[in-house]
């Protein structure tokens, strides 16, 4: 990569909102650094539509809530090439009634989501602050803003980011680094093709899910719009469910 050129961390880019979020920055002119777990097919593929652009892509396979992974993946590259943008989408659910949820399904959805964020932000804060320059976006949900029953877990993880960013946001603007979150409704992925159209749809004032290009335009312009002034906020990409 050449000096001048600017570089997109996109955390769990393989498939869905990241997928859709680190091609339209590609095409917004980013170089991506695209993680993700194990689906090395998806990451390929996403890889391959990324190149079409013209843009670089690096595939980053390790588990965000492993420490020392992810320490192992990102730190060194940081340090030599501080990236311009991060957007931390890593997220799993394990959906289950509190009462009847088992510790696993806790620890491993605030694992990933949560504890994953600690653990990339620690690897590449320091070259981010060092530029003195940067973008962060933290992709939450409308779960973490409002709670949603049968969702203990992935809500406290969702609520638990807004607070991390938010606080993030009055450490370092100082330094020229902008930090939002962005918060998706019903969005048609892997992860809702099973919810019940007919009963979630009289909900949403635009009577319509959202598509993982809805959340990555919202992202993208968070990352790419040179007059920014927004900070330290949370959008909500919900078609009105959270009016």
Known sequence: MKNNEKIALVVGGSRGIGKAIAIRLAKSGFNIWLTYRSNHDAADKTKEEIEKTGRFCKTLSFDVSDYKETEAALEKKADEYPPDVVVYNAGI?????????????????????????????????????????????????TSGQIGQAGQVNYSASKAGLIGAAKALAREVGKRNIIVNVVAPGVIETDMTKDLSKENILPLIPLNRFGSSADVASVVNFLCSEENMYIHGQVIGINGGLTI
């Open 93 to 141: 659910t394990r959906d289950n009634l509190m009462m009847w949820m088992t510790k696993e399904e806790w620890d491993s959805v605030l694992s990933v989501n949560l504890d994953g964020f600690y653990n990339v932000m620690h690897a590449i804060l320091f070259p981010m602050l060092r530029e003195k320059q940067g973008r962060i976006i933290v992709v939450s949900s």
